[in-house]
C-alpha cells in the first residue's frame, strides 16, 4: 500500500493525479471501519490531515478538513446543533464535514443542513480545475457522490444570507453516540419561507418540497398549520426497512421531529 502524505492543496491535487484511484483519507471515522471489518485494502492512499486549506473556515466557506469538533461552535445554529450529536468526542475530534460527503450515506448528520440552506460543494483536480455542485447534484445515491477520478472535495459554499431561525434534530436507538434513524434541519426566513431536509429516509438527503409550500404561505401558522406540515412531510419521505429501523416509524420519526422543529422556530 503506498501512502502520500500532501502538505498543500497543490500537492494533494499532485498525488490524486498520479493515483486517480486513490482512496482519501481524512478523520478515517468512517476508513478504517471498512479496512478493520470489511477487508478495504486500497492501493493507495492519500491523507489529507495536513493540508492546510481544507481546513479553512469563514466567509461562508467550510474546508472539507473541518471537525465536528470545531463545527459545534460554529455560527450556523443548524450545522452547531448537528455537529454536537455525531458520535463521541473522540469521533467529533477526528470526523470531518468532507467524510460525510465522501462516504455520501444517506444518515450523515451534516448533510440535512447543507441541503436545507441549498449549499453547494466545491470540488477540483488537476486535469480538470475547480467545478461547483449543488448539494442534490452531489449527492446521488446511497453512498455515491458526483467526484470523478483524481477530484477531490474541497468544501462547502454557503448561500451569502441564511435564514437566522435554524434548528436540527434527529432520533436514534439511544441518546448519545448513535446513527440516526431519522434526522432533519429546518430553517426559517424572516418573511415566513420554510425550507426542510431530511436524513435517513430517503437514498439521498432530500427536502420536503410540498410540505415547505404549504407552510410558506401561512404568514403565522396555526396549530393546525403545523400540524399538517408535519403530516405533509411524512409523507414526502422515502424510508426503507433496514436492521435499524422500519419504514413505518421512519415516516413517523419524520412528521414528529419536523412538526418540533417548526414550533421551535416560531417560539
Known amino acids: 500500500m503506498q501512502i502520500v502524505r500532501p502538505r498543500s492543496l497543490d500537492e494533494a491535487l499532485d498525488a490524486l493525479a498520479a493515483h486517480p484511484a486513490a482512496t482519501l483519507l481524512a478523520g478515517g471515522t468512517d476508513l478504517m471501519v471498512r479496512a478493520n471489518y470489511q477487508g478495504l485494502r486500497p492501493d493507495a492512499v492519500v491523507a489529507l490531515r495536513r493540508v492546510p486549506e481544507l481546513q479553512e473556515m469563514g466567509g461562508g466557506f467550510i474546508g472539507a478538513g473541518v471537525t465536528w469538533s470545531r463545527l459545534t461552535s460554529a455560527p450556523w445554529p443548524g450545522l452547531a446543533q448537528a455537529a454536537r450529536t455525531v458520535g463521541s468526542p473522540q469521533i467529533r475530534a477526528m470526523g470531518t464535514l468532507g467524510g460525510n460527503l465522501g462516504t455520501a450515506s444517506p444518515a450523515g ?62 432520533v436514534g436507538a439511544r441518546n448519545a453516540m448513535v446513527i440516526s434513524i431519522a434526522s432533519a434541519c429546518l430553517v426559517r426566513a424572516a418573511d415566513g419561507a420554510v425550507r426542510i431536509a431530511l436524513g435517513s429516509v430517503g437514498p439521498t438527503p432530500l427536502r420536503a418540497r410540498r410540505a415547505e409550500a404549504m407552510i410558506s404561505a401561512e404568514r403565522h401558522p396555526s396549530a393546525a398549520a403545523v400540524a399538517e406540515f408535519g403530516r405533509l412531510v411524512a409523507e414526502e419521505v422515502r424510508p426503507i426497512d433496514d436492521h435499524r429501523s422500519t419504514a413505518a416509524y421512519r415516516r413517523h420519526a419524520a412528521g414528529v421531529i419536523a412538526r418540533r422543529l417548526l414550533e421551535r422556530a416560531l417560539a
Open 109 to 170: 448528520d451534516g448533510l440535512p443542513f447543507l441541503a436545507a440552506v441549498e449549499a453547494q460543494i466545491e470540488v477540483a483536480s488537476r486535469s480538470g480545475g475547480r467545478r461547483a455542485l449543488a448539494w442534490d447534484e452531489f449527492l446521488v445515491g446511497p453512498k455515491r457522490n458526483s467526484l470523478r477520478p483524481g477530484e477531490l472535495i474541497l468544501g462547502v459554499r454557503l448561500p451569502a444570507v441564511l435564514p437566522e431561525r435554524q434548528g436540527f434534530a434527529k
